[in-house]
């Protein structure tokens, strides 16, 4: 365990940029260049909303830049702490601990990756195509977005052709488009240009169009709200295909210290309750006991 | 006289050689190296950490939410999830670093037989010392039902002693009715020391839920909330160990040089710290360095001079 020393970090973070978009979402940008520079997709912060809340909350990372030093967020108002985030103003300072957890891990031998991100599970789906359109000689990804408030973007259409999805869902992030990456979004809002259903529903039409031989080089990628998470993970079960998910739970010390955030995960010994924290917040879906 | 001289903040603990008071608390810090993840972050700042509590078998603790934040405060009902005492002493303790700081084992259970068991597979491991948990809020069985009951304390405290010559520590509950009573029972039964206090019983609601948010409906109330109680249990316990020279590790919402003084003051010979740690996390050094800096303006030279020197007002 030694060699885990010192690898978490303590940033007096100041707030570069921080806007709000519809249903009560936030984009925010910090200066930290540690965790700027040490971030992987799926690690996450821990961030102190408040003075007044000293228990640093949770955050996943929508992207980085190494060389500016500063991390980008998007996070929607759940509770007190995000409550109290959302009224800090930009030049105020964030004290942030990070990056913590296990990453995602991407391996060539899938090389159509399908991200899924639910609500506030889209940020590290960005991050992670950051990665990926990094690596395009290797990698041919699908990033397919839900959403059942306005996406905290605007949507345009894409550039990209998806063989076998419906006509008129061609709504795509314009940033993934920017990185040449494919995306599609979903809801039941009736947002234009959107998928008129759930992630899921997306995805098995993606997925039912693929040739067996393609489908073999698919690998999910999940995070959102539990149901969600749930029916993406019935997916992967049904098409036999690997399927990485980041979860969340409370958090007290973000560093395995405390085991406040476990969450129960089948292991070769048996059930066990693995910390989202460091253990996570990324797991193996097949071993995630879904309640 | 030893010639060698004693640093400010060094102190003797039950024998055992303390390089700082500050005690990291049981179940805040994991096993002794979670913390190291965060760097600036050292074992060695500490006097000696308390390991998370550990039971015969291995125990999966409780359902989510484990926590909730409250007023200056944290609710906790973890469950005592633990590897079970076999894997701890032969997987853990062997890798962690006993130069850096002393480690004291917690000891939980369900029953009279298995604090036993399990004191007795510590006291044939490197631990520096044995700390008795019989004040868990979070367990259905053992912890504070027997804690909240002198008889049942002293009867666990006599057991373990008899098992084992390192130091046992006995950790109180408050929530009891006559601590000072409990106290008094656990040094006739062979207590070395105390931890004064373990969490206090509290519980948050869901308003719209109408649900408790713990999983496990309630928990256990630490922070800054809960330093005034604590300061007042750790005074009535001095009391009864004064005479008989019985040192308190003195615990419950200490985040500041100031907070760990007041405990010291009122008869604490070491000062916990655990729920600060999750604010934040590299306060160990600035907690030493404002109890040495006490001292110097005090012309007090070393820690233990200040155990106990509260004057109550007439």
């Known amino acids: 365990m030694l060699n885990q020393r010192n690898s978490i970090h303590i940033e007096e973070a100041e707030i570069i940029t921080h806007q709000p978009f519809a249903g009560k979402q936030f984009y925010l940008q910090v200066k930290s260049p540690q965790i700027a520079t040490l971030a992987t997709p799926g690690s996450f912060v821990q961030l102190r909303c408040a003075a007044s809340l000293p228990l640093r909350r949770p955050l996943s990372i929508m992207k980085t830049h190494p060389d500016g030093g500063t991390v980008d967020f998007i996070y929607k108002v759940v509770g007190k702490g995000t409550q109290l985030l959302s009224q800090q103003n930009t030049g105020s300072t964030l004290s942030l601990l990070g990056p913590i957890g296990q990453p995602f891990t991407l391996d060539p031998k899938f090389s159509l990756p399908l991200l899924i991100g639910g609500g506030v599970g889209i940020p590290p789906m960005v991050f992670l195509s950051d990665q990926l359109r990094k690596q395009s000689k290797h990698y041919n990804p699908l990033v397919i977005m839900g959403s059942e408030v306005p996406f905290p973007f605007t949507p345009a259409p894409s550039q990209y052709i998806v063989p076998g999805l419906p006509d008129g869902v061609i709504a795509a992030m314009p940033l993934l488009e920017d990185w040449g990456i494919t995306s599609r979004l979903t809801t039941l809002q009736g947002y234009p240009g959107c998928f008129e259903g759930y992630v899921t529903d997306l995805a098995k039409t993606w997925l039912d169009n693929l040739t067996s031989e393609q489908q073999q080089k698919v690998a999910i990628f999940a995070c959102g709200p539990h149901p969600m998470l749930a029916a993406v993970n019935n997916l992967a079960k049904a098409y036999q295909l690997p399927i990485q998910i980041s979860l969340e739970e409370f958090m007290a010390c973000g560093v395995g210290g405390c085991a406040g955030c476990t969450v129960p995960i089948q292991t070769p010994q048996g059930l066990a309750m693995k910390r989202v924290c460091v253990d996570g917040p990324v797991f193996n879906g097949h071993d995630v006991v879904f309640s | ?314």
Not at chain 2, 37 to 52: M, P, V, Y
Not at chain 2, 63 to 79: K, Q, S, Y
Not at chain 2, 192 to 205: E, Q
């Open chain 2, 1 to 314: 006289m030893n010639s060698k001289k004693i640093k400010p903040l060094e102190l003797n603990f039950c024998g055992i050689k303390f390089d700082s008071p500050l005690v990291l608390l049981s179940g805040c810090v994991g096993f002794g190296e979670e913390y190291t993840r965060i760097k600036g972050f050292s074992n060695t700042d500490a006097g000696a950490i308390c390991l998370k509590g550990t039971t015969l078998e291995p125990r999966l603790g409780n359902p989510a939410h484990r926590l909730c934040e409250t007023p200056m405060g944290l609710i906790n009902a973890i469950g005592l999830q633990n590897p079970g005492a076999a894997y701890v002493i032969e997987q853990i303790l062997p890798a962690l670093d006993f130069s850096e700081t002393r480690f004291i084992a917690n000891v939980s259970g369900s029953t009279l037989e298995e604090y036993v068991q399990v004191t007795r597979l510590f006291d044939d491991s490197p631990i520096d010392a044995i700390e008795i948990n019989i004040s868990c809020p979070n367990v259905k069985e053992g912890g504070v039902v027997f804690g909240n009951d002198p008889e049942m304390s002293a009867r666990v405290v006599a057991a373990c002693r008899a098992v084992t010559n390192k130091p046992l520590i006995t950790k109180l509950s408050p929530n009891q009715t006559n601590i000072a009573d409990n106290a008094q029972r656990c040094i006739e039964a062979g207590s070395d020391a105390f931890a004064v206090i373990n969490t206090l019983m509290g519980m948050a609601i869901d308003v719209e839920k109408r649900q408790p948010i713990i999983g496990n409906n309630q928990g256990g109330l630490s922070g800054p909330a809960i330093k005034p109680v604590a300061l007042l249990k750790v005074h009535q316990v001095y009391q009864v160990c004064k005479a008989h020279n019985i040192p308190i590790i003195g615990q419950g919402g200490i985040s500041t040089a100031e907070d760990a003084l007041e405990f010291l003051i009122a008869g604490a010979s070491a000062v916990g710290v655990g729920t600060a740690l999750f604010y934040e996390p590299l306060i160990l050094p600035e907690i030493n360095n404002g109890i040495k800096n006490y001292m110097q303006r005090h012309g007090i030279d070393h820690v233990a001079q200040l155990t106990g020197t509260l004057s109550l007002n007439d």
